[in-house]
């Protein structure tokens, strides 16, 4: 049977940063899934159910984070599957470890990003190591045939776009795009005793590169040349601000997708953004 | 779809209703324990303090394994007035060696932990779950309640109402009269972060050694009093409050509290703590003559529900007591599971339990306590004439000769607004209260 499933990622949704030093402390009884995972699932049910397909929920992360699969599974997900690892992995890697366990899936649904300084990429790596088509950060998903569906995404100016996806794909919702069902009571207390599937992720030693060190986020500041001093206030406040200064005016191309992503990244190389 | 069915359903996952589902497990019966918060505990609000001799039968070897922050050694009552401040201040290394007396906890840690208990005698924790209302037969029978979930009805033989304070299933069942706002409190607390470091030195202590300060006097003109315990890191700090004292005054409670920390008293153990939290909850206070009628035909009623809280001047508790009745409930809901009869004269048997023990023999005999407490004398009177009697039996007045303790005693009288009938009368209450 073809399966629609859901990524979702155990995470704390209340954790407390520390101003000075951006140590995060995390507790796992305000631990669960972000509003944009808990629109996936529902997404993922409504899929399930449009077409008759088995619903699928799956996680990477340490043990304590079955509580998102249960939750899930009350909700109606017919299964639910954890796959072993530790819960700080880089996004690479955390979608290198859940494609094993999705690799027979049609249509997978995420949550656009994850609370903890999420970046929404996992999705995109995912639909990468999958080969799969991907549609990021969707508002609203309409059926539009067996296995296909219209998703639709916000452009800038208050504008949407509509994307018409087929399976094989992944599509990342935000999380206001639909509101998890109220699970039953029945479902509660089947999910509470319901089997779940273990797979083997990476090793726990395996980070993955990653962090070279931890700290709050600090970008580097913009180091400006001091004023002439024999210029008179005004303008040496003027030239540390930089008001009334000329400067290039907003362009803008139509060009082609390929094209237009040259275009960006020889700008920013312009500006000295990234590798040269 | 049919409703899910239990031997007994338990309503609300804080120290009363997990006592009642461990009970109920423990005998082989099938318990259903609802909780309306994430997980046991979500609301971390009583004043802090476990009296733990009720859980030496139900959990032996408590001590070992409950999640505790401090072990309570050192308790002190302080009567105050803006200025002035009187203590009596008590420690001991008994009560830091098992089987302890006291100890400060989370109650996000503290509930859980009994709530697992029932979970692994084989209870059924459901959270996230609202009971809406009762199921009843047409005789009036409770059979069950509704939840806020699809297909949330549960039946079960008998229902233990432990759902906190202002009960809307007692209620809902009839046990409980026309609240009067008279018997309630209000609780508030902040928790104040501290190194634990600094906390041992303003305090005192050491290693996991904690204090308890009670505080009367601290709450202006609303009649109530206040509280101060030691966590690990934080510190507890709040005040409790008459409703309708609070009601007149027109003030908010957390100024109330904003007074009481800038008491020059209290001022230095708190300054520089960082507020990590602030809640607020009702108290029944209303003692042995407000309680509920405590069974009825298919339910119980145990802990806030029952309105067991004991507040008598030295003696504030609460969990002791919700675990005590919630015990007695689980274990009076077995008994009557297994001879198959959970009707009103099977379950009355609750209230005999309660008082044979300390439940119910305790609110008997402190019945009075509660409004001679918070009567006007002794909120305000009575702390300023002792405050005062004392700073002038202290203050040196040479060259003039010194007082004389009558002489003192006297003026102070006067000063307070008290009489010698006053004092007699009340020395005759608390006589009859405390005696």
């Known amino acids: ?276 | 779809m049919s409703p899910q069915t239990f031997d007994a359903v338990v309503v609300g996952a804080g120290p009363a209703g997990s006592a009642a589902a461990l009970e109920i497990a423990r005998a082989g019966r099938s318990v259903a324990l609802i909780e309306r918060g994430p997980f046991p505990g979500a609301k971390n609000m009583f004043g802090g303090v476990v009296y733990g001799r009720i859980l030496d039968t139900l959990v032996p070897g408590w001590w070992e394994q409950a999640p505790v922050q401090r072990w309570v050694t050192r308790r002190a009552t302080m009567v105050m007035t803006p200025t002035q401040a009187l203590t009596i201040d008590y420690r001991t290394d008994s009560w830091s060696r098992p089987p302890y007396n006291g100890a400060t906890v989370y109650r996000a840690d503290f509930d859980p932990w009994l709530a697992g208990l029932a979970q692994d005698a084989g209870a059924e924790l459901i959270c996230s779950t609202t009971v809406t209302g009762l199921i009843r037969e047409a005789s009036g029978r409770v059979r069950g309640v509704r939840t806020d979930r699809p297909d949330g009805e549960i039946t079960a033989q008998v229902v233990l109402a432990c759902d906190g304070v202002n009960s809307f299933l007692a209620k809902e069942a009839g046990l409980y009269p026309h609240a009067d706002p008279g018997h309630f409190t209000l609780g508030v607390k902040e928790v104040l972060a501290l190194p634990r470091e600094e906390i041992d030195t303003r305090f005192g202590l050491s290693g996991l050694e904690g204090a308890d300060f009670e505080i009367m006097g601290c709450t202006g003109d609303i009649p109530g009093g206040g509280f101060l315990y030691t966590n690990l890191d934080t510190l507890s700090v709040g005040v409790v409050l008459r409703l309708t004292g609070l009601t007149k005054s027109g003030r908010r409670p957390e100024e109330v509290i904003a007074g009481m920390k800038s008491h020059p008293v209290i001022a230095p153990l708190v300054a520089g703590a960082e507020l990590k939290e602030y809640s607020g909850h009702l108290i029944p206070e209303g003692g042995y003559d407000a309680m509920p009628q405590l069974s009825g035909d298919g339910i119980l009623v145990a802990g806030d529900a029952a309105a067991l809280t004991l507040a008598a001047g030295i003696w504030l508790e609460g969990v002791n007591f919700a675990i005590g009745s919630g015990a007695a409930a689980g274990a009076t809901a077995a008994d009557a599971l297994a001879k198959g009869d959970t009707g009103p004269a099977a379950l009355s048997a609750y209230r005999r339990r309660l008082e044979g023990n300390f439940v119910l023999a305790d609110h008997r005999k402190l019945r009075r306590a509660p409004d001679f407490i918070l009567s006007e004398r002794v909120q305000h009177r009575y702390p300023a004439m002792v405050c005062g009697l004392v700073e002038d039996l202290y203050t040196v007045t040479n060259p003039q000769p010194k007082p004389g303790g009558l002489r003192a005693a006297r003026r102070q009288m006067r000063k307070a607004g008290v009489t010698l009938w006053d004092l007699a009368r009340d020395g005759w209450t608390a006589w009859r209260t405390f005696g």
């Not at chain 1, 077409?51 to 509580?67: F, Q």
């Not at chain 1, 040349?225 to 540390?240: K, N, Y």
Request: net charge positive.
């Open chain 1, 1 to 276: 049977m073809p399966t629609v499933a859901a990524a979702v990622k155990w995470v704390d949704r209340r954790p407390e940063v520390d101003p000075l030093t951006g140590a995060v402390t995390t507790d796992a009884r305000t631990s669960g899934m972000s509003e944009a995972d808990r629109a996936a699932v529902e997404w993922a049910l409504r899929l399930g159910e449009r077409w008759s397909w088995e619903t699928l929920v799956v996680t990477a992360g340490p043990p304590i984070a079955e509580s998102v699969l249960r939750d899930s599974l009350a909700a109606g997900v017919d299964r639910a599957v954890r796959v072993d690892c530790r819960a700080d992995l880089p996004s690479p890697r955390v979608a290198a470890a859940l494609a094993p366990a999705l690799s027979a899936v049609d249509v997978v649904v995420c949550g656009d990003w994850s609370l903890d300084r999420g970046s929404g990429s996992v999705p995109a790596f995912l639909a990468a190591d999958l080969g799969a088509a991907q549609a990021l950060g969707v508002v609203a998903i309409e059926p539009a045939g067996p296995a296909i569906v219209d998703a639709e995404r916000r452009l800038d100016g208050g504008r949407r776009e509509r994307l018409r996806v087929t399976a094989p794909a992944v599509i990342s919702v935000e999380g206001a795009s639909a509101r998890l069902r109220r699970a039953s009571l029945s479902g509660v207390r089947a999910a509470q005793r319901a089997p779940l599937t273990t797979m083997a992720g990476p090793e726990n030693g395996d980070h993955g590169g990653g962090a070279l060190r931890r700290g709050p986020l600090r970008p580097r500041p913009k180091v400006l040349p001091p004023p002439d001093p024999s210029l008179p206030p005004r303008d040496r406040i003027l030239a540390l601000t930089g008001s009334l200064v000329e400067r290039t005016p907003p362009q803008r191309w139509a060009l082609e997708p390929s094209q237009a992503a040259e275009r960006i990244i020889d700008q920013l190389r312009a500006w000295g953004v990234g590798a040269q």
